[in-house]
């Protein structure tokens, strides 16, 4: 067992989970989180529904425009080009703010960047349609409330990764993550389901009034109930402190990244995001093209209803796996063979379907099995490095959202020079495949954290 300075690298592993982490990768400087300590059961489980909630209002707020985009396309007279326009500029700003985000939420929790984030994009949303009837540039301005809406929800899942990484044990993340991550398929469905409905019988703009007023519902119960009085009013002063002091926060990000293992998930996670970001922004627009006679509330919700189970399935078999004795590597590994391998199998069929019901299986086992990387390569960060797990989910997420921009993008413009959806299919299942290959070959389970704050200390 190495030693430095008379500590064990083992103690400072204690230190990095439990409290003050004097050689962490975050610096000297780096200061404990607020309540910075595992939750107890009770308050793990409240704090695991919230979560799920705020997450489900989340992919609601961002599931309104590609629900309602053939609509709106329809009425301003968008072609596939611009309507790829206006979903894409979403993930331009979803970008920016993912390390940021991580960064930041690794400092003074997770729970307090959710809160700020949610509150604003929920905003963003309820005004949409106003802000839209009010221009004559509908183009330019759906675009750029989309782009904001993005830099809001961008720092949501490296919020959650750092939460999980700190607040959960490591025995119970597996279930932890597909549980909440649960609350993607539930927003999907729930927007799919009451906003297919809100659409056809009120209109669009009713949709997003809907998704709007849901984060700020959840918002307003995360401060009064969830957050102790103590706590609620120091929110904004601790963000704004640690925004201006970040800068000079030193991170050894370069050192942790060239590790083999940590750049594997890395890349994983720019496939697997990119490939979900063009699936989730062109499916509803794919149905309706292909299937016209097709009802929105069938396409919408079914897929995302098959998506539960299967995510609350494969969180219980990668808990109870480990818990029996095998290698936490063979099973994420074995995670991303279901979520990204298996998965495409069925991308690749759903291009070659030639009648909606056929197509409604393909989609549905797909996005189901990709429910499986929530406890496959979400988990895999949070082993390789859980004192600053949000910086690096945040920094894995900011590359797949520039492919998934990209994707997006260059999928409606090859629907308007080809008029067919083989290509884009195709371009997913490759996508998914090169990710895929890179993961098993170079993934690990051990910690990469402990041994760089070591190097730290040697310097």
Known sequence: ??????????????????????????????????????????????????????????????????????TISEQYRWNKRETGLALS??????????????????????????????????????????????????LLLVSFLRFLMGLMQGVHFPALSS????RFHEKERGFTCSFVGCGSQCGTLLIGGAGSLILDWYGWEYVFYFAGLLPLAWGYWVYTYMEKDKERYVIFSDLGKTCSTSTHTSVPWKKLLMKPPI??????????????????????IFFKSRFPDSQGLVFN????????????????????LIKIGHKPIIIRKLMEVIGMGISSIFIYL????????????????????????HSGLTVNIQDLAPSCSGFLFGVANTGGSVFGILWVYLSGYLLDITGSWDSMFHLIVAVNVLGLLIYLEFAKAERMDIESSCNVQKV
């Open 163 to 166: 939460i999980f990484a700190r």
């Open 263 to 284: 750049l594997a998930v890395v890349i994983a996670q720019f496939c697997v995001a990119s490939t979900a970001f063009t699936l989730f922004s062109w499916i509803p």
């Open 89 to 138: 500029s979403f993930f331009w700003g979803y970008c920016l703010t993912q390390v940021a985000g991580g960064h930041l939420s690794d400092k003074v929790g997770g729970e307090r960047v959710l809160l700020v984030s949610a509150v604003v994009w929920g905003f963003i949303t309820l005004v949409t349609p106003v802000a839209t009837h009010a221009t004559t540039s509908s």
């Open 301 to 320: 919700v079914v897929p995302w209803l098959t998506a539960i189970p299967a995510a609350l399935l494969s969180g219980r078999l990668t808990d109870h």
């Open 1 to 70: 067992m190495a030693s430095i300075g008379g500590k064990s690298c083992y103690k400072e592993d204690d230190e990095l989970l439990h409290g003050p982490a004097k050689t962490s990768l975050l610096g000297d400087r780096a200061k404990k989180p607020s309540g910075d300590h595992y939750w107890a059961k009770y308050e793990a489980r409240v704090w695991m529904v919230t979560l799920l909630v705020g997450t489900c209002f989340l992919y609601c707020a961002r599931s309104s425009l590609p629900i309602c985009a053939a």
């Open 350 to 373: 759903l291009s070659k379907s030639t009648n909606f019901c056929q197509a409604m299986v393909f989609i549905s086992v797909a996005v189901a099995l990709q429910t499986f990387n």
